[in-house]
């Protein structure tokens, strides 16, 4: 009993983690204009965002987006990860980029 307590409590957890991704939406905005719009839960896909003043490569996979590679001096937003919930984003400062999940 204990045992299949423990187990609904860990599936439960990751689904709090990463499941609900349906209907979430991914919003890539440079200087606030947007670049891309593209449902969370799509297929795996790799875009370019290019900007005056270099590149990203975003990446969708598995119900999260990041940014692979940049060639911004700093690639903070490469190091920031995978997000999936509505509200987190991903910010390339010298790019101007944002990287949003949206309801």
């Known amino acids: 009993m204990i045992g299949a307590l423990v187990l609904f409590s860990f599936a439960f957890s990751l689904f709090l983690i990463r499941g609900g991704n349906e209907g979430h939406t991914v919003v890539v905005t440079v200087e606030g204009e947007v670049q891309k719009e593209v449902p969370l839960d799509s297929e795996e896909q790799i875009f370019r965002i290019d900007t005056p003043n270099g590149y990203n490569m975003v990446h969708l ?41 949206k309801e």
Not at 67 to 77: E, I, K, N, S
Not at 87 to 97: A, D, F, R, V, Y
């Open 61 to 101: 996979k598995d119900g999260t987006v990041f940014v692979g590679t940049a060639d911004c001096p700093d690639r903070l937003c490469v190091k920031q990860g995978r997000i999936s919930r509505p509200g987190e984003t991903i910010i390339c400062l010298p790019h101007k980029l944002i990287v949003e999940v």
